[in-house]
């Protein structure tokens, strides 16, 4: 099944209704599920006709793989415009950004998180969470070469990258959706602070003590 766009708006008011019905085919997702989502609830959600949401969309897939897009899209574009906020003068600092960027970028209703996860494969968009991953690793990756006098100097810097990409998605997905041992969100950015700190310094890589 087509999960692509019939068309991109080009004009401002068309862009306008096109964000107009991925934002309510966002909120109908997140309260009724996929089954229930019709084209018919989103329009009148929308605020427009049927007629002008097919222009853009062919489907109910179509428009939910639009929303894993704007999510996706979202998500890169915080990370890296909050990254690029703070000060990068001591690696501490960076890891500081890095964690905060984390966390600012991400969607922070439950709801709204579960909903995501459980479509990227349903609509086809496991490739573009990849891409998503791999473009904020590189940005990660090139912050963190900034500072290589602080950090251990057999240390791969894109295999670092992913490794951290990673445990910054696991840390913010286990807050958001509410880990069963709970932990206060501050203290959780101490604890992976000191991992990551650990990692890019070469204590966690030392083999044991002759």
């Known amino acids: ?40 609830r989103i329009a009148e959600r929308a605020g427009v006709s049927v007629g002008s949401l097919y222009q853009y969309f062919p489907n109910k897939q179509a428009l939910a ?25 001591t690696l501490a600092e960076t890891v500081n950004a890095l964690i905060e960027a984390a966390f600012v970028a991400h969607p922070h209703e439950p709801a ?23 473009r904020i690793a590189q940005t990660i990756e090139r912050v963190i070469a900034m500072h290589r006098q602080e950090i251990a100097p057999d240390l791969n810097f894109a295999d670092a990258a992913i490794f951290i990409e990673t445990i910054l998605e696991t840390a913010v997905h286990r807050t958001i959706e509410g880990h069963p041992v709970k932990i ?21 890589r030392d083999g044991p003590a002759n």
């Open 1 to 40: 099944m087509d999960v692509n766009p019939r068309k991109f708006p080009q004009q401002e008011r068309a862009r306008a209704t096109v964000e107009a019905i991925i934002v309510a085919t966002a909120q109908i997702l997140t309260e009724q599920g996929f089954e229930t989502l019709t084209t018919v």
């Open 65 to 89: 793989a639009a929303v894993v897009d704007h999510y996706s899209e979202k998500l890169a574009t915080v990370f890296i415009q909050t990254l690029e906020r703070h000060s990068h003068r």
């Open 112 to 134: 709204v998180h579960r909903m995501l996860i459980e479509l990227v494969p349903r609509v086809g968009r496991v490739e573009r969470s990849r891409e998503i991953s791999v």
């Open 184 to 204: 206060d969100q501050e203290k959780a950015m101490d604890h992976y602070r000191t991992l990551i700190m650990g990692y890019l310094r070469g204590s966690v």
